[in-house]
């Protein structure tokens, strides 16, 4: 069985730093594109962050230079290290794998960490 556990959310003031954490089981870490997603109150779901299968990365333009998404495939897990957050980056955010096999890519979700940037 799939699943995708994150954790290191929290509150934070504005300046700070956090490192959020998804762990994945179920034997698919390493095929898996791996990104994180966020979701503030009454806004869509955005997408913040990407690595692919060969640790290749990309960035939201509102994240660059702050954000560093890593991975490690020993551990099976995805790291999100945020750093000068702002207010701005409150929100829920969530890890996604993307299962690639052959030509059918399937997605699985995290359950989501609350981020929360004071002022």
């Known amino acids: 069985q799939v699943q995708l556990v994150e954790s290191g959310g929290g509150l934070v003031q504005t300046g700070g730093s956090l490192r959020l954490s998804c762990a994945v089981s179920?034997?698919?870490?390493?095929?898996?594109?791996m990104d994180w997603y966020r979701q503030a109150p009454g806004k869509p779901r955005e997408l913040v962050a990407t690595?692919?299968?060969?640790?290749?990365?990309n960035y939201a333009d509102s994240v660059k230079g702050r954000f560093t998404i890593s991975r490690d495939n020993a551990k099976n897990t995805v790291y999100l290290q945020m750093n000068n957050l702002k207010p701005e980056d409150t929100a829920v955010y969530y890890c996604?794998?993307?299962?690639?096999?052959?030509?059918?890519?399937?997605?699985?979700w995290g359950q989501g960490t609350q981020v929360t940037v004071s002022s």
């Open positions: 996604k794998a993307d299962r690639h096999s052959g030509f059918t890519t399937v997605a699985y």
């Open positions: 179920g034997g698919i870490f390493s095929s898996s594109t």
């Open positions: 690595v692919s299968t060969g640790s290749i990365t």
